[in-house]
Nanobody, 121 residues
Framework: VQLQASGGGLVQAGDSLRLSCADS????????VGWFRQAPGKEREFVAA????????DYADSVMGRFTISRDRIKNTVYLQMNSLKFEDTAVYYC???????????????WGHGTLVTVSS
């Protein structure tokens, strides 16, 4: 599994952004995939996760109702649609995969490089 996150950028509060996580080796189709983020000076935190088939999702309380995780198994890509962005969403966002069928908040072994999301207030 080799993951690559993309789609970050500079937006204003209230704007939307969609992040993508692609597996260049096309081998994470049977893995649960998660998004995490790390803000400056803070520890990395869980954001959202999705099951191997996209049927089960899990969200951190801080993003519930604003972010949506989804996956396109044909394109071998997982997305994070982020709406109503807030200044506190500013962070480097990482995607990760784990060989489990259901969403996980811990235990990820495959990580991609992050993509920076900056939300101006």
């Amino acid at each position: 599994v080799q993951l690559q996150a993309s789609g970050g950028g500079l937006v204003q509060a209230g704007d939307s952004l969609r992040l993508s996580c692609a597996d260049s080796r096309r081998t994470f189709s049977n893995n649960a995939v998660g998004w995490f983020r790390q803000a400056p000076g803070k520890e990395r935190e869980f954001v959202a996760a999705i099951s191997w088939n996209g049927g089960i999702t899990d969200y951190a309380d801080s993003v519930m109702g604003r972010f949506t995780i989804s996956r396109d198994r044909i394109k071998n890509t997982v997305y994070l649609q982020m709406n109503s962005l807030k200044f506190e969403d500013t962070a480097v966002y990482y995607c990760a995969a784990v060989p489990r069928s259901v969403p996980q908040r811990h235990g990820y072994g495959y990580w991609g490089h992050g993509t920076l999301v900056t939300v101006s207030s």
